[in-house]
């Protein structure tokens, strides 16, 4: 369990069992979230939904250096791209590249 320095539990246990599946195709991109300095390595599965994917990229991003947006949804496009993803489509099915950078932003 991953805890802060209060000995408080930061990563739930429905988060750690998504991270054990079985049979995982563990697939890193990178992610540069709009508003954050920095990009980061963001580990996701090749059957995951960009929807999906840009849950486990809000944990990494939204409330720590990126200002939380209620009522807004997430969209990814491919770094360059002017169009996102569609929140259905699976990662294996985008055509992007093993630590390939994806762009995140509230719409």
Request: positive net charge; without cysteine.
């Amino acid at each position: 369990m991953l805890t802060n320095i209060n000995g408080q539990k930061i990563i739930d246990k429905k988060l750690r069992l998504n991270y054990r599946r079985k049979n995982m195709a563990l697939f890193p991109l990178s992610m540069k979230f709009s508003g954050d300095f920095v990009l980061k390595l963001l580990p996701i599965d090749t059957e995951d939904t960009m929807a999906e994917v840009a849950a486990a990229a809000a944990l990494n991003a939204v409330g720590m250096h990126v200002a939380a947006q209620p009522g807004k949804t997430i969209r990814i496009k491919r770094q360059g791209d002017d169009a996102p993803f569609d929140l259905k489509m699976k990662v294996k099915d985008s055509g992007l590249l093993p630590t390939e950078t994806i762009e995140l932003y509230f719409e």
